[in-house]
Nanobody
Framework: QVQLVESGGGLVQAGGSLKLSCATS????????MGWFRQAPGKEREFVAA????????PYADSVKGRFTISRDNVKNTVYLQMNSLKPEDTSVYYC??????????????????WGQGTQVTVSS
């Protein structure tokens, strides 16, 4: 059974930082592309960042480029999202997802096979 469990969300002031983690099980993790997405109330789920199986390819949404960093640990089967210089518009539920295809690194949420339950990130102004 595949499981993705996010943690690390919470309430932070604008300009602050949070680090999200997504622990996985039941996957051949080191053969999966991993992604982070977010969804605010009344909006569609949007791409935030993704990372290839090796960590060598890491596309980002323009809105987070330079502020967020995605990384992975293929021993711990965990993917991370370091979020710095947070803004109120980053407030959302953040989801991690796994794409069983190693390449190419995809940014369309419809291409991802497995999803976590989400973790709330709230940035106050």
């Amino acid at each position: 059974q595949v499981q993705l469990v996010e943690s690390g969300g919470g309430l932070v002031q604008a300009g602050g930082s949070l680090k999200l983690s997504c622990a996985t099980s039941g996957l051949t993790f080191n053969r999966c592309t991993m992604g982070w997405f977010r969804q605010a109330p009344g909006k569609e789920r949007e791409f935030v960042a993704a990372i290839s199986w090796s960590g060598g390819n890491t596309p980002y949404a323009d809105s987070v480029k330079g502020r967020f960093t995605i990384s992975r640990d293929n021993v711990k089967n965990t993917v991370y999202l370091q979020m710095n210089s947070l803004k109120p518009e980053d407030t959302s539920v953040y989801y991690c997802a796994a794409d069983r295809y190693m390449l190419p690194v995809r940014t369309d949420p419809k291409m991802y096979d497995y999803w976590g339950q989400g973790t709330q990130v709230t940035v106050s102004s």
